[in-house]
């Protein structure tokens, strides 16, 4: 008599399970984090945009990515922050505009859904 083994793998789709704040206001000098967690199988890939650019570079990631992290906010570095998490199956992003405290930098309609 023979036996049969199978192997089932389920891929799941990534998903953001603790979104960040959609609107962030900070003092000005503050150090910012923002932290971006997800789930997925195979894991998944975090990366960042903020204002559409590819390319931050004036902030450090920490925790795989998951995390993002401005040393000293000021008025440069305001706008809209983007957290994208990408796998084999699918992705999911959150939007947080980060504004500096006393300033109106940034206004709700410039955020879109």
Same mark, same amino acid.
């Given at each position: 008599?023979?036996? =049969? =083994?199978?192997?089932?793998? +389920?891929?799941?789709?990534?998903?953001?399970?603790?979104?960040?704040?959609?609107?962030?206001? =900070?003092?000005?000098?503050?150090?910012?984090?923002?932290?971006?967690?997800?789930?997925?199988?195979?894991?998944?890939? +975090?990366?960042?945009?903020?204002?559409?650019?590819?390319?931050?570079?004036?902030?450090?990631?920490?925790?795989?990515?998951?995390?993002?992290?401005?040393?000293?906010?000021?008025?440069? @570095?305001?706008?809209?922050?983007?957290? @994208? +998490?990408?796998?084999?199956?699918? *992705?999911?992003?959150?939007?947080?505009?980060?504004?500096?405290?006393?300033?109106?930098? @940034?206004?709700?309609?410039? *955020?879109?859904?």
């Amino acid at each position: 008599m023979f036996k =049969y =083994y199978y192997l089932i793998y +389920v891929l799941e789709k990534p998903r953001i399970i603790d979104r960040p704040l959609v609107f962030q206001t =900070y003092t000005r000098g503050t150090m910012v984090y923002i932290t971006c967690k997800s789930r997925g199988d195979p894991t998944p890939t +975090v990366t960042w945009k903020w204002n559409d650019q590819q390319n931050i570079t004036h902030v450090q990631f920490r925790a795989n990515g998951a995390t993002l992290v401005i040393e000293a906010l000021d008025e440069s @570095l305001v706008g809209k922050y983007q957290c @994208l +998490v990408k796998n084999a199956v699918g *992705f999911d992003s959150a939007k947080i505009l980060v504004n500096v405290f006393g300033k109106i930098l @940034l206004h709700q309609s410039t *955020f879109p859904n």
